[in-house]
Structure formats: structure tokens, C-alpha cells
């Protein structure tokens, strides 16, 4: 039988070494090319990177050269300007001696001589200037100059004359007529001792000493420049030849117009340091920042080359010893790979031995290096292999299955000693023939020696798909054998792939099925008596297991566990069938007892009906989704809305509420989630507007529903208050009614008062009866200003106009006062605030009246010689302005009613008796009207933190008709 697993691998492996020269000098050169990379790689890796560490280190180094150059520049030109400006200042000053001059030459133009002594003085002490000139303040015509042919010129558009009249002004980078070159123009104010402009000065500033400044490139080499560009990119200062103007420019826009990277980072306000391509296009290394004193941009530039110059004389260097380390490695390649390769050699003639295939004597290599030890393995592995390859075929060849090699074309290739018994065919007749032609096989039905076989092509396409892929399938046959009756056979098939040149061949293996159906029938014949009696209903057999542990053992194991579960479920049944009887009867008496509860129900439920339908306010439950569960009869009045049509209903969509300047309320979103978060009553005022436009006022009480600890619903109680709002109405225009009339009086008494003290005459105790009457009268007005003020807050006529003001310095002009008021007790009043400014819009008097208010009180009610703090913070949800004292402090029972009107804590009481108890209430009044809210803290005899916040938007603007006293 030719079953040869390993020839395969040894044919293979021959044809790659069947030509000994070629293979041998592709290892050899291989090893080569591999000894020179290890060699070269690590070193070019190592070069570039030196090459790049160095380029980046000259890069560094000349950044910080520049950035140091440039801002040794930068503060030099502006140190510069600094002085001319103060040089030109203090000439023109009010006091000087030049201001005199000029406003004497204003009143006399004929002392024009004394205006040019001035003119050539200050030229000659100061160099810088070349020019200097008198302009007159109204049409800008030039009056006086040390240029006399420019006298008369009109210069009223000119942008230095605009602002030179409003102080000192530089007009950088201008053209000038004298010099027929570019010039700064230095412009200020001439006023008299009154403040009055008499004329506008104009000094014209030359750029000589700047340029001397750009020309000093340390460290800059040949290429180095500094120069300076205006705002429009124009080359205004510099000592570079290739970028200078004509020699005889006549306007600004002669000189060059430049762009490059570098300049349009500078006058963009950026500053840095980069590679970029200058104004010539030519690659430099830059660095560039803006002169916001000349309103233009100050640029380094060198040429990159003569940068990195150090970089190519590394390159070079590197490139030399490169060459040099190829020429070595490949010697030391060529010496290695051939000492390498020789044992290589005898591990190919080595392998032309193994490729026969038979036991012979092979030439070893002795085992000394690694090469030695693989000889001797690869023998010893083909003595295993050849040993396998003999078992192999002995089992194939003793097996109880049929098996068939067939190639692709359906041919039998060979067969095992089974395959010729099972078909009655020798071997000779098997080898070579189509399979399922001499060898036939038809389906597994009703068995017919005359019945035709099936096609070898048909056998292959009933077996599954997946033996294409090397997986067995299965198929149920009958072989047809050469003499005698058909046998039953089970085929499987499997790919056995080709190696190398090798055709695919297929695997067939016909296993005979006549001893397992024996076995089977034997085996299902010992269960069909316990089958029956299960039919019958009697669970109560035991079946043995058999001792195979195979498909027919776990069937089974599954029929006596089926009847082990049957025989307790019939059991389980029986004794459910009692208990559901039982039930049955407890749910008769169940029943009974429902009935008479109904009944109960019933007559509670009209009970409380009757109650809800007596109760003088109306009720509203409610669930937690909003809709309406329940309303009384009061309820139906007050709201005209029946029963039948809200129930179920939304309780948003029925009943439209609004608040005291008719503003819808949002119910569910606003006091329903007070009621649902915190689980507490609630209380508040709404109105309902009727259908014939009449405002219901109603003292509304939203209470949760509780059942156990989880909420269920909210009950809502309404009040009519029409009666109660009618009578506050008359108290609060009765209180602002007697105020406007006793402040008249008061004022009149406060003022004759101070006419009787201001005329004097009076003895000690007459003059203090005098003092007390004017402290009682001030008290008296300070009461009836804040009853008229709690009367506009409640009235609901109050006026809000919030403006934009910086709080931090509007807080830290009402502290001035405050530290004065604080001398008496001897209080330190300190102001904390941000660095940056904490803008807000409020209205300026109401803010005040909310601050005076809780500082006074910090005052009033802290200790002698104490600190007080008032802080300004901006923070994410506003801005909060804190007062915190070092006083008596308020008790946790008493911060309930703080902000009620007249109330006093105990020991404010005690501490001061010259309080209304208005003040806190206007406040919160106040902050309720405009959108602020207020926080107290404080601990008896601890000191208290108020804190008052605006949202950022700030005060909410309103119209009224009158504002606070």
C-alpha cells in the first residue's frame, strides 16, 4: 500500500536544496547583508539622532540668544521714547518758562523771538529733535517753528494736532518734509495756569539713536539684522542695505512694503521665535515681537544656513567615519558568513540521504556545534518517522471499516484488506476502477440485490460539504457487494490535500453497520416493557443501566428519570386537589365578609362626602402626575368648575393661577415640587382669575399626602381672602396716608429746630432739652420714612432703573462713610474683592438702602473695638456682597421671624432701644421685588454673616410711580 506521509516533506525539502551552489550562496549572501545592516543601522540611527540633538541645541541656544537680544532692544527703544516724551513734557510744562512764552505770544504775536530762543534752546539740549513747532489750538495753522518755511501750513486733519490737543500724543513713523526721511511727531497740549488750551506743541523726533540701537547684533554673524516695520509692513528703522528706501523718498510709501511669517506674527500682537522664510524668501531663523509704544512690529533675523552651519561640519564628519565602519563590517561579513555557511553545506548532502526514504547509513556531522546536533536530530527523527509510517500502515490495514483512497477524478487509488472483504472484489479489481461502478452503493430502503447503485459523483455530493474542508460527514447506505445480500454501511469522507506537486485525494470510509443494529435491537427490545407500562400510568418501575456510556445508556437514564418526576407529580396533584377544595370554602366565607365591608365603605364614604361638602374652603387632591383626584363642593363655587369635568383631568390645564402683578404661576413646577422634594406644607397667596375678570385672592396650603413614609398625592386647601386683602389695602393707605402727614410737620419742626440752635443764646441744660427734642425728631422722621417706604414696597408702586456699575469701587466709596460712622465704638470696617472688576446692574439708591441697612446693624450690634468684614465675590450663580460682625449674634428660634415687620430679638432690644424693626423687612422686600435673595447666619453671641446675591444678570428693571425716601 503507497501510504508515504513523510516523502512529501522530504521532496520539498530537496528541490530547495537540489541546486547546493545557489542555496549555499543565497545563505551566505543573506548572512552578509544581515552582518552589515546589525553593523551600519545602530550607527546611522545613533548619527542621525546626534545630527538632530545637535541641530535642536543650535536652535535653543540661538532662540535664547534672540529672545534675550530682542528684549535688550525692545527696553532700550522704549526707554528711549520714555525720554523724549519726558524731554518734551517738561519743556511745555504748565509752570515752565515756555508755557509763559507761548501765552504771551498768543496775547502778543509780536514776541514771536522769544517763542524761537525757546525753540533753539531746547533743540540744541536735546539732539534728538529736529524740529519743533507752535500750532494755533482752533484752525491748526503752524504760528511759530524752528523751520521757518513751514510757518503758516495748515495741519487741522493731521491726527497729532487732533490728539495733541487732549495730551501727549507720538505719531510714529511719519514722513518729514525737513529730512526727506522718516521722523516720529511728538504733539501735547499747551495750557495756562487756568487749564485753558492756549496752542498745541508739535516736536518732530529723528531715528538716528534708535537705528543705533538695531545695529548692535551680538552674536548675530554675517547675516545678522534687526529692523523694525510700521503697522502696514512697511520698513520704517534698520541698518540692513537690501531693505533701505531710495535715497530720495518723497512719501511713506516709498519705502519697502515687506511679508513674511515673522512680520505678520509681530504686528498680530504674537511673540516668538520660529523658522520661517524672510522678506526675500530666503530660509532664516527669526525672532519677532510687537513695539505697541510705535504701534509696529521689531524682527531678528539671521540666515539659517550660517545657523547650523556647526551641523553640516557634523554631517561631513559623520559621513567619513560611516564609510569607513562599511568598509570594516563587510570584511568581518564576508570572513563570518563564510565560516557559517561551510557546516550548511553538509547539512544539504546530508539531506539528500533523508529524501530516499529508506534506512541507510548516513554520513553524521560530528556534534560539536549546533549545526552537529541538528545532523544528529534530523537522523534520529527520520528513524521515528519511518518506524510511524510502518505502524501506521499496519493499523489501516488490521481495521474493521472499509477504506478508499480515491483521487479527484473518482478513481480508487488503493484500499484496505476490509474494503476487498466487504465487497467480495479482489484487489486487483478494486485498484483502478471508478468508485461506485464496480463498487455500488444504493440508499439505505427496502434491500433489492437488482436495484441499480448510485454514481460515485452522486455518493460524493449526498456526503456534507464540509468533508471539502477536511471535516467528516456522514451518509446511511447499502453496498452492493460482488455475491450475496446488500450490507448496511455508514460513509464518511474527508480531504486528505496534496503536498507539493501532489494531487488532492479523498478518503472514504464504509463502516458495516449489521453487528451495531444487533446490539441496538438487543438493547431497545429491554425497554419496551417499561414504555408499556407507562402508557398505562404505572410509574413505579426500576431500569438497570447498561454498562456502555453511550446515546442508548443516557436514553435510558432519561425514561426512569421521567418516571421518578411523573410519579411525584401525580402525587403533588392529589394533594393539591385537597388544599384547592379547602380554599374553596374560606373563599365562600371571604366573600360574606366582603359584601358587609362594601356596604361599610359605602356609608363611611358618604359620610365624608357630607364633610368635605360642608367645609368652607375648597379642597383639591391631586396625584403625583398632576391629575385631579378629588374637589368639594366649595371648591366647584369658588373655581366655577364641576366635578365631573376636572376629574382625571390635568390640574395645570383646569386651574390658571397668577401672582400679585398677574404673572402666570407655574404650579406643578414651582410650589408642587416644594411640596414633592421636601415633603412639608407649603403656603402661599395666588390669584384666580374669573371668567368675568375678577382676581379671586386665595390663601392657598399645599400639604403632602402621606402613606407611611411614601408620598401619594398633595391635598391643596383654598381660602377666599378677598376681605382680609381689602382691609391690609386700607391699613396700608392709612399708614402711608398718616406718614405723608406727619413727615410735613416733622420737617418743619427738624428744621425750626436747627434755625433756634444755629441762632444760639441758650444755656447748657436748655441747649441739651434742644439736642434731645432734634434726636427724637430725627428718630421720629427716620420712623415715618421707613413706614412710607414699607407702604411703596407694598403697594407694589416702587420704580427699579438698574445701570452697569463697577460694585468694587462703588462699595469701596460707601465704606469711607462707614469707617466713619464705626469711630465711635472704636470698630475696624475692612473690604475684601476680587482683582479683577465685579461689574453688575443695579439701581444705585436701592442697593445703597439694602447695604446701609445691614451695615448699620453690624455696627449697632457688635461689640466695642471688633472687626467687621465686607466681602465681594463673582461667583458662578452671581455675585454676593457679605457683612460679617462680631456681635450678640441671633438664637435659631428667632431667624424665623427676622424678617417680619417690627420685630426685635431679645437682646437687640436690650443692646439698643432706638430701632423700628423695618429694616431687615424692607430689605427683604426689596430683594423679593428685584430678583436678589439674602442669607443669615449666626450664633448667639458668635457674630452674624449676611450675605445678600443678585443673580449675574442683576437687578430686574420695573416702572413705578414713585421710589424710596
Not at 22 to 42: D, E, K
Not at 575 to 590: C, D, P, T, V
Request: proline share 5%.
Amino acid at each position: 500500500m503507497p501510504l508515504h506521509p513523510i516523502k512529501p516533506l522530504i521532496d520539498r525539502f530537496r528541490s530547495v536544496v537540489a541546486n547546493e551552489h545557489i542555496g549555499i550562496l543565497s545563505i551566505r549572501n543573506r548572512l552578509l547583508v544581515a552582518f552589515v545592516a546589525v553593523a551600519l543601522v545602530p550607527s546611522l540611527m545613533i548619527s542621525f539622532n546626534a545630527i538632530q540633538f545637535g541641530k535642536q541645541s543650535i536652535l535653543n541656544e540661538k532662540s535664547t540668544q534672540f529672545f534675550a537680544l530682542s528684549n535688550h532692544k525692545a527696553g532700550q527703544i522704549s526707554d528711549a521714547i520714555g525720554t523724549f516724551k519726558n524731554q518734551i513734557t517738561t519743556f511745555a510744562q504748565t509752570d515752565g518758562p515756555f508755557a509763559q512764552d507761548a501765552e504771551l505770544f498768543i496775547a502778543e504775536p509780536s514776541s514771536k523771538s522769544r517763542i524761537y530762543r525757546d525753540f533753539d534752546q531746547f533743540l540744541y539740549n536735546n539732539p534728538a529733535f529736529f524740529e519743533i513747532s507752535l500750532l494755533d489750538a482752533n484752525s491748526g495753522t503752524i504760528v511759530a517753528s524752528s523751520a521757518p518755511e513751514t510757518e503758516g501750513s495748515p495741519h487741522s486733519d493731521a491726527t497729532y494736532f487732533i490728539e495733541g490737543k487732549r495730551g501727549v500724543f507720538l505719531d510714529p513713523f511719519q514722513f518729514s518734509p525737513i529730512r526727506h526721511d522718516i521722523a516720529s511727531t511728538f504733539s501735547l497740549p499747551i495750557r495756562n495756569r487756568y487749564g485753558q488750551l492756549l496752542s498745541v506743541l508739535m516736536a518732530r523726533l529723528n531715528h538716528e539713536s534708535l537705528n543705533e540701537f538695531l545695529s548692535q547684533n551680538y552674536g548675530l554673524g554675517k547675516t545678522g539684522i534687526s529692523y523694525i516695520v510700521n503697522h502696514e509692513g512697511r520698513y520704517v528703522l534698520g541698518m540692513e542695505f537690501g531693505i533701505r528706501p531710495p535715497p530720495n523718498i518723497i512719501t511713506l510709501s516709498d519705502h519697502p512694503l515687506l511679508d513674511s511669517g515673522g512680520i505678520r506674527a509681530a504686528l498680530s500682537n504674537v511673540r516668538g521665535g520660529s523658522i520661517y522664510d524672510n522678506y526675500a524668501h530666503k530660509p532664516v531663523l527669526g525672532y519677532y515681537q510687537s513695539l505697541p509704544v510705535l504701534d509696529a512690529g521689531l524682527l531678528i533675523e539671521q540666515d539659517l544656513h550660517e545657523v547650523l552651519v556647526p551641523i553640516f561640519d557634523l554631517e561631513r564628519l559623520i559621513v567619513f567615519y560611516s564609510l569607513l565602519a562599511l568598509a570594516i563590517a563587510l570584511t568581518m561579513a564576508k570572513l563570518i558568513s563564510s565560516r557559517i555557511s561551510k557546516p550548511i553545506v553538509q547539512l544539504a548532502q546530508l539531506s539528500t540521504y533523508i529524501a530516499s526514504g529508506k534506512r541507510v547509513a548516513i554520513p553524521l556531522l560530528p556534534p560539536v556545534d549546533e549545526v552537529g546536533v541538528l545532523s544528529q536530530s534530523i537522523a534520529q527523527m527520520t528513524d521515528h518517522l519511518l518506524g510511524s509510517l510502518s505502524d501506521i500502515r499496519q493499523i489501516i490495514e488490521t481495521m474493521p471499516d472499509a477504506l478508499f483512497i480515491v483521487n479527484e477524478q473518482g478513481i480508487i487509488v488503493s484500499a484496505n484488506t476490509y474494503a476487498y472483504r466487504l465487497t467480495g472484489y479482489s484487489k486487483h479489481e478494486v485498484e483502478g476502477s471508478t468508485f461506485g461502478h464496480l463498487v455500488r452503493f444504493q440508499e439505505d430502503r427496502v434491500p433489492s440485490s437488482n436495484a441499480p447503485g448510485v454514481e460515485t459523483l452522486d455518493i460524493l455530493a449526498h456526503l456534507d460539504t464540509l468533508g471539502q474542508r477536511g471535516a467528516l460527514s456522514d451518509l446511511n447506505m447499502l453496498c452492493i457487494p460482488k455475491k450475496g445480500s446488500p450490507i448496511p454501511v455508514l460513509l464518511s469522507k474527508a480531504l486528505l490535500p496534496g503536498r507539493g506537486h501532489q494531487p488532492n485525494r479523498i478518503v472514504v470510509i464504509a463502516q458495516d453497520l449489521r453487528r451495531q443494529r444487533r446490539y441496538a435491537k438487543e438493547r431497545v427490545d429491554a425497554i419496551v416493557p417499561a414504555l408499556s407500562r407507562m402508557s398505562l400510568g404505572d410509574f413505579s418501575f426500576k431500569l438497570e443501566l447498561p454498562p456502555q456510556n453511550d446515546e442508548f445508556t443516557d436514553l435510558v437514564a432519561s425514561i426512569q428519570l421521567m418516571a421518578d418526576n411523573l410519579r411525584e407529580l401525580v402525587e403533588e396533584n392529589q394533594n393539591k386537589a385537597a388544599e384547592i377544595f379547602a380554599s374553596n370554602l374560606k373563599l365562600r366565607k371571604s366573600h360574606t365578609t366582603l359584601l358587609k365591608s362594601k356596604e361599610s365603605i359605602e356609608a363611611e364614604k358618604s359620610k365624608a362626602d357630607a364633610l368635605l361638602g360642608s367645609i368652607g374652603e375648597g379642597i383639591i387632591a391631586i396625584d403625583l402626575k398632576g391629575k385631579v383626584l378629588l374637589m368639594n363642593q366649595q371648591a366647584e363655587r369658588m373655581f366655577d368648575r364641576s366635578t365631573a369635568s376636572v376629574l382625571g383631568n390635568s390640574f395645570a390645564a383646569y386651574f390658571n393661577f397668577q401672582d400679585q402683578s398677574g404673572k402666570p404661576i407655574n404650579m406643578e413646577s414651582t410650589i408642587f415640587e416644594h411640596v414633592v422634594s421636601k415633603k412639608t406644607q407649603h403656603f402661599t397667596t395666588v390669584y384666580f382669575a374669573r371668567p368675568n375678570a375678577e382676581r379671586l385672592p386665595l390663601a392657598t396650603t399645599l400639604s403632602p399626602i402621606l402613606q407611611g413614609k411614601k408620598l401619594i398625592g398633595i391635598i391643596g386647601t383654598f381660602r377666599d381672602i378677598r376681605r382680609e386683602t381689602e382691609i391690609d389695602k386700607a391699613k396700608s393707605e392709612f399708614v402711608s396716608l398718616a406718614s405723608h402727614q406727619l413727615r410735613t410737620p416733622l420737617t418743619a419742626v427738624k428744621w425750626l429746630l436747627e434755625e433756634l440752635m444755629r441762632k444760639g443764646g441758650f444755656n447748657a441744660r436748655q441747649l441739651g432739652y434742644l439736642t434731645d427734642i432734634q434726636s427724637s425728631t430725627g428718630r421720629l422722621i427716620t420712623l415715618v420714612n421707613d413706614l412710607l417706604n414699607v407702604s411703596r414696597l407694598e403697594s407694589g408702586v416702587l420704580t427699579i432703573e438698574p445701570r452697569p456699575v463697577d460694585l468694587g469701587k462703588w462699595i469701596e466709596a460707601a465704606v469711607k462713610e462707614y469707617r466713619f460712622m464705626s469711630k465711635a465704638k472704636q470698630q475696624r470696617i475692612e473690604f475684601e474683592k476680587p482683582s479683577t472688576p465685579v461689574m453688575l446692574s443695579i439701581d444705585p439708591e436701592l442697593y445703597r438702602q439694602i447695604l446701609d441697612n445691614i451695615v448699620s446693624n453690624a455696627i449697632k450690634y457688635s461689640f466695642n473695638g471688633k472687626t467687621i468684614v465686607i466681602k465681594l465675590a463673582r461667583k458662578s450663580h452671581g455675585v454676593t456682597v457679605s457683612v460679617k460682625d462680631q456681635g450678640i449674634g441671633i438664637t435659631s428660634n428667632e431667624k424665623k421671624s427676622l424678617f417680619t415687620k417690627f420685630f426685635r430679638t431679645a437682646e437687640a432690644a436690650k443692646f439698643s432701644t432706638t430701632s423700628s424693626g423695618l429694616g431687615l423687612y424692607i430689605i427683604k422686600k426689596i430683594l423679593d421685588i428685584s430678583g436678589g435673595s439674602i442669607i443669615v447666619e449666626s450664633e448667639k453671641d458668635k457674630g452674624t454673616l449676611v450675605s445678600v446675591t443678585y443673580p449675574l444678570k442683576g437687578m430686574i428693571a420695573k416702572k413705578g410711580a414713585k421710589t424710596l425716601i
